[in-house]
């Protein structure tokens, strides 16, 4: 079945540091793909999307292409800060109708430090 | 504009004892979906409404039920509580029937099963 598989974590960074986070899929036909971040005692926000393969998302500072020949969706961030410190996790669905059912990938917990 | 809106934010129940948790979504959204959230498990689907017909439905047991009424807000049961059912409880709501249409989620309810 569809799956996703995020790089673990924790991952902690200095303030300004370069950010990737590593996020790899597997499905059958074509999906869409998500990052959704989530904060302390907080649900999940959406942060970025791609719909269609070297389509770029783009969201406050985070970036993340849609590579169909890798299989991939990375995110990154060229100057992460204090307040980026969350966790992150990559998403599909796929299929019209699977709307609402997104599949998820383990989650990574980004720590910036100052 | 309202987000989505989940009550309780926290409950406590014991063994055997059934549960509802209710989910108001964003105002003109028509599919609401529920996941769970455990550390070890991660996010997993539990089902999806639209127009009050369930649409998906993920890989949990029986006990696990929901229902979409006619103003769009949700509630999911679960019976017979077990100890592994305590978890984050979240909701999300999409505007669009499309499998490309971004969730909006909940803050959550969590559950404690003592």
């Known amino acids: 079945g569809d799956s996703v598989t995020q790089m673990e974590g924790p991952v902690t960074l200095s303030e300004e540091a370069f950010l990737t986070i590593n996020c790899t899929y597997t499905?059958?036909?074509?999906?869409?793909l998500f990052w959704y971040v989530q904060y302390p005692g907080e649900g999940l926000q959406l942060l970025l999307k791609a719909t269609k393969a070297d389509d770029k998302g783009s969201n406050k500072g985070f970036e993340a292409t849609y590579r169909k020949e890798t299989t991939s969706f990375h995110l990154e961030k060229g100057s992460v800060q204090v307040s980026d410190s969350a966790v992150y996790f990559c998403?599909?669905?796929?299929?019209?109708?699977?709307?609402?059912?997104?599949?998820f990938g383990q989650g990574t917990t980004l720590q910036v430090k100052p | 504009k309202a987000g989505v809106t989940q009550t309780p934010r926290y409950l406590i129940k014991t063994r055997g004892q059934q549960v509802t948790l209710s989910c108001s979504p964003i105002?003109?959204?028509?599919?609401v979906s529920w996941y769970q959230q455990t550390p070890g498990q991660g996010l997993q689907f539990l089902f999806e409404y639209f127009s009050e017909t369930q649409r998906n439905k993920g890989n949990f047991p029986g006990r696990f039920s929901g229902r979409q009424f006619s103003n769009s807000r949700s509630e999911m049961n679960v019976s017979t509580l077990e100890l592994g059912d305590s978890a984050l409880y979240l909701c999300?709501?999409?505007?669009?029937?499309?499998?490309?249409?971004?969730?909006?989620f909940g803050n959550g309810t969590r559950l404690t099963v003592t």
């Open positions: 998403a599909l669905t796929s299929g019209s109708s699977n709307t609402g059912k997104l599949i």
């Open positions: 999300a709501s999409s505007l669009e029937n499309r499998a490309n249409s971004p969730l909006h």
């Open positions: 105002s003109g959204h028509r599919s």
């Open positions: 499905a059958t036909g074509y999906p869409s």
